[in-house]
């Protein structure tokens, strides 16, 4: 299973970036797909989750009501729509997906179990 995410660029603060992840490769289901994004000398964090049959949404306290993630499932894609950008929202963005994901660890790194290559998000004026 690939992971393929796109969509980084650079941006102003207060603008749009929108991100996409694909899977492809054997047949695979994920039950949930995340974003997670990495900051220059800081950990990976947890960004939004969503689940794939309902698509309920988790999203971290600081991007709420600015990012919006949604899924198609016919494409095993999904998307980050991410609004009024901050420079703290400089980062590297990952996307994953993994079978069996619960409700207690969607937000938790370790709970994926495909990775994404990442794609730089750059928010400068």
């Known amino acids: 299973v690939q992971l393929q995410a796109s969509g980084g660029g650079t941006a102003q603060p207060g603008d749009s970036l929108s991100l996409s992840c694909a899977a492809s490769g054997r047949p695979f289901s994920p039950n949930a797909m995340s974003w997670f994004r990495q900051a220059p000398g800081k950990e990976r964090e947890f960004v939004a989750a969503?689940?794939?049959?309902?698509?309920?949404?988790y999203y971290m306290d600081s991007v709420k009501g600015r990012f919006t993630i949604s899924r198609d499932n016919a494409k095993k894609t999904v998307y980050l729509q991410m609004n009024s950008l901050k420079p703290e929202d400089t980062a590297v963005y990952y996307c994953a997906a993994a079978n069996g994901v619960i409700s207690s660890t969607i937000r938790t790194a370790s709970a994926y179990t495909y990775w994404g290559q990442g794609t730089l998000v750059t928010v400068s004026s």
């Open positions: 969503i689940r794939m049959n309902s698509a309920h949404a």
